[in-house]
C-alpha cells in the first residue's frame, strides 16, 4: 500500500448564485480594486490515504467528492492525486 | 399516533417537538438517537431543527450518513410520515427523500424572525385542517434555508404542486419560488424551514403552527377507523 495526498477543489456551479462571492466582490471594488469583476468562494480539501496504486487511489477519491464532499445539485470538484513522499 | 424525533449530535429543536406532539397533544413520543437503527413502531418521524455535526462540511451532509437515516428513508419509501423542519429539511435533502438543496440566504444574515407564510394545498395529511391560501405566521431561525433547485426541478415541483408552503413577499431568503417547504410527489415526506413547533403552545401567543400537527392527528384518526 502507498499513501497518497489527495488535494480536491470543491466549486458553486457557475449556474448557481453565490453570496459570499458576490459580496465580497462588491467589497474589493469599494477598496478601488476597480478590475475586480467577479469572486467566487469554494473549498479546498486536503486528503491523505492509503491505495495499491495510483488509479485505485484515484478512483477512491472521486467517489467520495462524488458520494460525500459535495452536492451534485449546486457543486463541481475536480482533484489531484500524488504519491506522498 | 406514535411520534418519533430523531436526535442528532447538535440537534436543538428536538425538545420543542415533543413539546408539541407529547404535552399539547398527549401523543406517544420517543426520542431517537440518531446511533438507533430501528425506529420501532412510529407512524410519524421528524427530523428536528438544529446544527447537525456543527453544520460541517454542509448542512445536514453529514447527518446523512448517520446509522438512523437508513430506518428513515425506509419509512419513507413505505409511504409513512417524515416532517424535516430546519435542518431536518436540510437532512431530507441531502439524503435524497426530498429534491433540491438549501443554500446560504441571499443576504448571508442569518434570520430569526416571524414571517408569513402561504398554506399551498390542503388535500395532505400535514395541511388538511388549514384552509388554502391560509397565510399563517411562523418563526423562522435559519442562515442557510434559501431553498435552490434546477429550474427544471423547479417547474416538475409547481407542476405536480409539491410546493406547500410558500414565503409571501419579501421573500426572506432569496428561494426559488419563495419556497418554504415542499413534499416528495408521495405526499408523505415533507421539509420546511419555518418552525410549525415553535408556533404551537398558546402561552408563546401564536398557534399557527399547531394546526400542521392537529392536520396529522385528524389524518391518522381517519384512516385507523378506515382500517378497522
Known amino acids: ?85 | 399516533m406514535k411520534c418519533g424525533i430523531v436526535v442528532f449530535p447538535g440537534s436543538n429543536c428536538d425538545r420543542d417537538m415533543a413539546w408539541v406532539t407529547h404535552h399539547l397533544l398527549g401523543q406517544p413520543t420517543r426520542f431517537i438517537w440518531h446511533e438507533e437503527t430501528d425506529l420501532g413502531e412510529v407512524d410519524l418521524v421528524i427530523l428536528p431543527g438544529g446544527f447537525s455535526y456543527g453544520d460541517y462540511l454542509r448542512c445536514g451532509a453529514l447527518a446523512r450518513f448517520s446509522p438512523v437515516m437508513q430506518a428513515v428513508v425506509r419509512h419513507a419509501k413505505a409511504g409513512k410520515w417524515v416532517l424535516g423542519v430546519c435542518n431536518g429539511f436540510q437532512i431530507l435533502t441531502e439524503v435524497g427523500l426530498l429534491p433540491g438543496t438549501l443554500m446560504r440566504n441571499q443576504d448571508l444574515q442569518f434570520i430569526c424572525d416571524r414571517v408569513p407564510v402561504r398554506v399551498e394545498r390542503v388535500d395532505l395529511p400535514w395541511t388538511c385542517r388549514y384552509q388554502r391560501g391560509q397565510v399563517l405566521t411562523l418563526p423562522i431561525a435559519h442562515g442557510e434555508g434559501c431553498y435552490y433547485a434546477e429550474p427544471q426541478v423547479v417547474q416538475e415541483l409547481e407542476q405536480s404542486g409539491q410546493v406547500v408552503f410558500r414565503y409571501l413577499p419579501p421573500n426572506p431568503n432569496g428561494s426559488v419560488g419563495d419556497i418554504a417547504g415542499i413534499c416528495n410527489r408521495r405526499g408523505n415526506v415533507l421539509g420546511m424551514m419555518p418552525h410549525p413547533e415553535r408556533a404551537s403552545d398558546a402561552d408563546l401567543g401564536n398557534t399557527d403552527g399547531l394546526g400542521l400537527f392537529t392536520s396529522l392527528l385528524a389524518w391518522y384518526a381517519e384512516t385507523a377507523c378506515r382500517s378497522c
Not at chain 1, 29 to 53: E, M, N, S
Open chain 1, 1 to 85: 500500500m502507498t499513501t497518497y495526498q489527495a488535494e480536491i477543489q470543491i466549486m458553486l456551479k457557475p449556474s448557481v448564485l453565490d453570496p459570499a462571492g458576490t459580496a465580497v466582490t462588491k467589497a474589493l471594488q469599494q477598496q478601488h480594486y476597480d478590475g475586480v469583476q467577479q469572486v467566487r468562494i469554494g473549498k479546498f480539501i486536503q486528503l491523505t490515504l492509503l491505495a495499491p496504486d495510483l488509479a485505485q487511489a484515484q478512483a477512491q477519491v472521486e467517489r467520495i467528492c462524488r458520494e460525500v464532499l459535495t452536492n451534485p445539485v449546486i457543486e463541481t470538484y475536480r482533484f489531484t492525486v500524488e504519491a506522498k513522499a
